[in-house]
């Protein structure tokens, strides 16, 4: 189990797992094997970057994964109605809203992309393979 995360704070918790390796970077650029990895999963971080950033992302994680493999990515769902404060801090969340269904069903590199509610208007998952 590897977990990256460009915040050394919010990774404090995987420290606590000897069976886990943390590893503080930056998601677009991670410096783990090409296609050594059956499963990727990206939690609540797609609402945080802007579109060339989840861009670099999604070609980082296909590099990574083999073929075949899986990419489970947990967000803010699509038809979530951020309130003003939200959008104070959170500068590519409209972009995100507005282009994510598309964005993952044509992501380069990937096939069977699925989408499911998790918690109306809040949470949602997208399911995709990596393609041979």
């Known amino acids: 189990i590897f977990s990256v ?25 991670t410096d783990l094997p090409d296609k050594h990895f059956d499963l990727v999963t990206i939690m609540y971080a797609f609402h945080e970057a802007p579109k060339a950033g989840r ?11 083999k073929p075949g493999g899986a990419l489970v990515l947990v967000d803010i ?15 590519y969340v409209i972009d ?10 044509t992501a380069p590199g ?9 918690i109306p208007g809040h949470v949602g998952v997208w399911r995709m393979a990596r393609s041979a």
Not at 11 to 28: D, G, I, S
């Open 5 to 29: 995360e460009h915040s050394a704070q919010k990774a404090a918790p995987v420290h606590r797992h000897r069976k886990a390796t943390f590893l503080q970077k930056n998601a677009e650029n």
């Open 55 to 65: 861009d670099r992302i999604l070609k980082e994680v296909r590099r990574l994964l």
């Open 77 to 91: 769902s699509p038809d979530y109605q951020p309130n003003k404060s939200m959008l104070v801090g959170e500068p």
């Open 96 to 105: 995100y809203l507005q282009n994510i269904q598309e964005e993952m069903a």
């Open 110 to 118: 990937f096939t069977r992309c699925t989408y499911e509610i998790l």
